[in-house]
């Protein structure tokens, strides 16, 4: 349709004047929903050559006379490319929900203990990582946006704290709120890098990211999810201490009561 998009701004000044200043932002609109689309066909696309050669190197790496070491490397950058475009198609898909259906009840125990479990399994144990719920507490969202949230946040706590590192992981009342935290006593984040650390694809150590396998586009999903939840992310770090990673829930969207029984 014809129909344009106004983007109106009203300025006051001097002596009760006011300034009416309105620009059309449809074509600008239509750019974002085009990159947007984009992304989410391409990371879509990707998908299948991926699992295709991920099966064939599976071939591979069982039968005799192969190199193994150039089958694991190629297993390997198999593995990368796939958690990539996962984390691609997890936040085209995040950037275009608009609205949180806010009668889902997530049971943040049980996810936060499976959070848990697989960052135990990635560790390796390397770490130590506990839990601390507040069995009683659910929230109100959508579950797979708060999963990823709760699971990049916890993940890069052990890909960013080295080996003998302490993880907590806490989800409980504060002050009328639900609070989540995960805190790391690792390598931690000056200063500086802290207001971009959401930007796509922005790192503090490009190299040693690489090395983890991160993407660069966790923080990214964590920040739109939480916005879908009237929340934000809350960074506090000391360099060579460690980090901590929080998140307030407003109390239109927790729950005191006993958890749902499946
Ligand atoms: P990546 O896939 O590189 O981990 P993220 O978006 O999840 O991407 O994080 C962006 C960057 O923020 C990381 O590359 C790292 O430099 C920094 N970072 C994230 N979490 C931590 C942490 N717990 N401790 C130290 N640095 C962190």
């Known amino acids: 349709s014809d129909a344009r998009l106004l983007e109106i701004r009203i300025m006051a000044y001097g002596d009760n004047q006011k300034l009416l200043l309105a620009r059309d932002v449809t074509r600008l609109r239509q750019l974002e929903q085009m990159r947007r ?22 071939i591979m790496s069982m039968m005799p006379a192969q190199d193994e070491k150039q089958v ?15 984390q691609l198609l997890t936040l085209s898909k995040i950037e275009v929900s608009t609205e949180v259906d806010p009668a889902r009840r997530i049971a943040m ?74 805190q790391d006593s690792g390598e931690g984040i000056a200063p500086e890098h802290l207001p971009r650390l959401t930007e796509r694809f922005y790192r503090v150590d490009r190299a040693r990211s690489r090395q983890t396998g991160g993407s660069g586009l966790g923080l990214a999903i964590v920040k739109h999810a939480l916005n879908h939840h ?33």
């Open 37 to 58: 689309d984009f992304v989410a066909n391409v990371s879509h696309e990707l998908k299948t050559p991926l699992t295709v050669l991920q099966g064939y190197l599976e």
């Open 230 to 262: 009237n929340s934000h992310l809350e960074i506090q770090s000391v360099p060579g201490e460690g980090s901590t990673f929080g998140f307030s829930i407003p109390s239109n969207l927790i729950s005191a009561q006993q958890p749902a029984r499946a």
């Open 109 to 182: 125990g049980l996810l936060l203990e499976q959070v848990a479990e697989e960052a135990r399994a990635v560790s390796a144990g390397r770490h130590t990582i506990s839990v601390e719920i507040d069995p009683a507490l659910d929230m109100f969202g959508d579950e797979l946006q708060i999963r990823s949230a709760c699971a990049n946040l916890v993940q890069n706590a052990v890909n960013y704290t080295p080996e003998g590192g302490q993880i907590r992981v806490s989800w409980r009342h504060r002050e009328g709120v639900g609070r989540f935290e995960v």
């Open 72 to 86: 694991q490397a190629m297993t390997d950058q198999t593995l990368r490319m796939k958690g990539l475009v996962d």
